[in-house]
């Protein structure tokens, strides 16, 4: 059974820092994705990560893959309060034309002004 | 290019009734796939269709959820009865497909559901 697994759950952070999130996964997979939520919303696609050593950035946000260590970072820069929001890693299934995601329990971040 | 459309928004139904939500994915989207999120977790997956066919709907509770997708397009999943623990936003989710290279899924913006 596949398992995600994000650290820290729960971050506050101050404006102009530098933060890393992480996630771990338990098993080979070909795919890994970031999302965005905000209160109330659905999930807003940052990144898909398709290959061993992959990095996208993508404004203040950049995100890595290591697939020997089944790793994944999103790396936050010189954070502004609109990043505030809560960010889930997914790791895609693989299989049989099964391609659904397993989703971390997710990085609530708030960053105080 | 119009996005995930999903119907009911919200609902809020008594334990042990019924309930249907709705969903039509992106035009072209030959996968489709319904998820549940309860407060403060990630979503998880519930079902997933290519075309009109299930390609894994392993997490299903199939003692009570059921779910449809006539024709390839449109989806409808259903509960009967629910239950309390059945309280969560139920997204629905749409991609190309595998085998297209071209990656992604893409989110509606869920059906909040409440079992009083």
């Known amino acids: 059974e596949l398992k995600v697994e994000q650290n820290p759950l729960f971050l506050s952070m101050q404006e102009g820092k530098n933060y890393t999130i992480y996630c771990n996964y338990s098993t080979t997979s070909d795919r890994l994705y970031w999302y965005r939520q905000d209160p109330g919303k659905s999930l807003e696609s940052l990144f898909v990560?398709?290959?061993?050593?992959a990095v996208k950035q993508e404004g203040r946000l950049m995100a890595s893959l290591d697939t020997k260590a089944r790793l994944s970072t999103l790396h936050i820069t010189a954070a502004v309060h609109d990043l505030s929001a809560t960010y889930f890693c997914?790791?895609?299934?693989?299989?049989?034309?099964?391609?659904?995601?397993?989703f971390g329990k997710g990085t609530h971040l708030i960053i105080q002004p | 290019e119009a996005g995930v459309a999903q119907s009911p928004r919200y609902k809020i139904i008594e334990k042990r009734q019924s309930v249907a939500f709705w969903c039509n994915p992106i035009s072209g989207h030959a996968t489709l796939y319904w998820y549940q999120q309860i407060l403060g977790q990630g979503p998880k997956l519930l079902i997933q269709f290519q075309n009109n066919g299930v390609v894994d709907d392993s997490q299903l509770p199939k003692d009570r959820f059921s779910a449809e997708r006539l024709k390839g397009v449109d989806s409808t999943l259903k509960i009967q009865p629910a239950k309390l623990e059945d309280s969560a936003v139920y997204l629905c989710?749409?991609?190309?497909?595998?085998?297209?290279?071209?990656?992604?899924?893409?989110f509606g913006p869920g059906t909040r559901l409440t079992v009083t």
């Open positions: 997914a790791v895609e299934n693989s299989g049989g034309g099964a391609d659904g995601l397993t």
């Open positions: 990560l398709l290959s061993n050593g």
């Open positions: 989710a749409s991609s190309l497909g595998p085998g297209t290279g071209r990656y992604g899924q893409y």
